[in-house]
């Protein structure tokens, strides 16, 4: 009893020392990989501080816009070209665009695509830090909200409503399809700050605003949602993001409903939307570059229709440097270089068969007729063959003869000349 006690003893530390050696391994592979270059806690309270205060439905799409930051500067390009439309028509317009839903979803917030787009430094590291670490930049979020709870500036959001769940923050509109973003003092709304070294991010306000201890917001003029907006939320207990169907997404849906219906997945990045955007780390390139064929369905029609375009281009450019094959080749060769299309070298090919098939027949019935034909004529035909055969032989016997005679007259001459000297 005492044995197996000690055996089966042995056996699980055993087990144990072997998990975590193995667990151990994966992280420093992992850590390995990414090469040092993992944000630390204070860079991201740094780089967060800006918009850690904002609510949850539109700091989502901030997070996955910034993974994009090619297609953040486009539309706010776009957006600068189409400035005297009105909402309803950006909204229209925008939907038929190819970007990401939550790029599509900033551009009615101007002055936000303005700072992402003008400090693109800054954009592209919060896209990083967000696809190395999802968790670590969601808790960074909470950290900073916290402290600014602690100095007691949450209570102050007047167009907001803050509520708790389970220790964690959550920020979110009073009125439901209205959205207000708020701007303060980073080096004011936090109390003091814990990392002295890396001061926050603070933006320069573009307008004259004025923030003071007892009113520590602006609120930029309400944004009303006429458009796919309420898709995304954050997933406070897992430390991820979770989407929904962007489309016909204009309703309020709120946190609870997003996160909790059952029918919401984890968000998942799509290389395609980067445009050829390096990676921060040679893990998340390998992570990402190795996950690019799975992509959602919509992305499917993006990358088919992009294959079909470009197929149809590489065809185009074919017929307009007209490369021949060895078949066409020939045939040009025949026509004196005249090019045609392949419908009619492929019916020129048809009619040259069927012409060469009717003279293989034609000749075929001859041979037929030839061989069914009577005796007589062959015995003709065999007798004339030999005349023809015989002919040039006498031709040749009569000049044998002529040649001959043409050597022996000469000395018949002479010998009759000497002949008649001796008679005399």
């Not at 949450?154 to 389970?166: A, T």
């Not at 001061?199 to 201890?213: A, C, F, G, K, T």
């Not at 602006?218 to 458009?227: A, E, N, R, T, V």
Request: net charge positive; no cysteine.
């Amino acid at each position: 009893m005492m044995r197996n006690f000690i055996f089966l003893f042995s056996f699980t530390l055993t087990a144990l020392v072997s998990v975590t050696l193995f667990s151990e391994q994966v992280h420093a592979e992992q850590a390995h990989l990414q090469g040092g270059q993992q944000f630390s806690e204070a860079e991201l309270a740094q780089m967060l501080a800006p918009i850690a205060l904002y609510p949850d439905s539109l700091l989502t799409h901030i997070l996955i816009s910034a993974t994009y930051p090619i297609e953040i500067v486009e539309a706010y390009r776009w957006l600068k070209k189409n400035e005297n439309l009105s909402s309803d028509k950006i909204a229209q317009s925008v939907d038929s665009l190819k970007w990401d839903a939550s790029v599509k979803a900033l551009v009615p917030f101007e002055h936000i695509l303005s700072r992402l787009s003008e400090d693109l430094t800054w954009t592209q590291q919060l896209g990083d830090a967000f696809l190395q670490d999802e968790e670590r930049v969601l808790e960074s979020i909470q950290v900073l909200r916290k402290q600014a709870d602690l100095a007691g500036n949450l209570d102050k959001m007047d167009n907001m409503e803050v509520s708790y769940e389970d220790e964690n923050i959550i920020i979110a509109p009073i009125e439901r399809e209205i959205i207000y973003v708020p701007y303060y003092d980073t080096r004011m709304i936090y109390g003091a700050w814990y990392w002295a070294s890396y001061p926050p991010v603070y933006w320069v306000p573009h307008h004259s605003v004025y923030v003071s201890y007892y009113n520590p917001y602006h609120w930029h003029s309400g944004i009303h949602i006429s458009f796919n907006y309420f898709f995304s939320a954050f997933h406070w207990h897992s430390r991820h993001v979770v989407v929904v169907n962007s489309h016909q997404s204009h309703h309020y849906r709120g946190h609870s409903q997003i996160s909790r219906g059952g029918y919401a997945k984890r968000w998942t990045h799509q290389p395609v939307h980067r445009k050829g955007v390096a990676y921060r780390s040679k893990y998340t390139s390998q992570k990402y570059s190795s996950n690019r064929v799975r992509v959602n369905k919509g992305n499917k029609q993006l990358l088919s229709s992009q294959r079909n375009e470009t197929q149809r281009r590489f065809k185009q450019g074919l017929a307009a440097k007209s490369y021949p094959s060895s078949k066409t080749k020939s045939y040009k060769v025949q026509t004196k270089h005249k090019v045609i299309s392949p419908s009619e070298y492929k019916s020129h090919i048809t009619s040259v068969n069927s012409k060469a098939f009717n003279e293989k027949k034609t000749y075929q019935q001859n041979v037929n007729l030839k061989k069914s034909a009577p005796k007589k004529h062959t015995k003709s035909y065999t007798k004339s063959a030999n005349t023809r055969k015989t002919a040039p032989v006498r031709e040749k016997q009569k000049h044998s003869n002529r040649k001959q005679n043409h050597y022996q007259e000469p000395v018949k001459q002479q010998h009759s000349q000497v002949i008649k000297t001796r008679k005399k």
